[in-house]
């Protein structure tokens, strides 16, 4: 399984960004497929899951404003950021579990206060 993150950028405090994660390779495996992230000097940290059958799973953080959705027929997954704020600033990494764990490189996502 591979996955290649897009979607980041810089933005100011109250915007929106939509994240996408494309997932190739032996996708009809995948269990659960999401997002964590990592601020500098922090650890990364769960963001959103999805699993194979529909379940979503948020940190509490971002429940309300963050939203993760798939679309099976491209092997896309989505991370809708609503109301973001300057701590959300962190490298966002899409994940994939299969029979291992896959990380996609990160793409960077910067709010301005």
């Known amino acids: 399984v591979h996955v290649v993150e897009s979607g980041g950028g810089f933005l100011h405090a109250g915007g929106s960004l939509r994240l996408s994660c494309a997932a190739s390779g032996s996708t009809f495996s995948i269990n659960a497929i999401g997002w964590y992230r990592q601020a500098p000097g922090m650890q990364r940290e769960l963001v959103a899951t999805?699993?194979?059958?529909?379940?979503?799973n948020y940190a509490d953080s971002v429940k309300g404003r963050f939203n993760i959705s798939r679309d099976n027929a491209k092997n896309v997954v989505y991370l809708q950021m609503n109301s973001l704020k300057p701590e959300n600033t962190a490298v966002y990494y899409c994940?994939?579990?299969?029979?291992?764990?896959?990380w996609g490189q990160g793409t960077q996502v910067t709010v301005s206060s």
């Open positions: 994940y994939a579990v299969e029979r291992g764990v896959f």
């Open positions: 999805i699993n194979s059958g529909g379940a979503t």
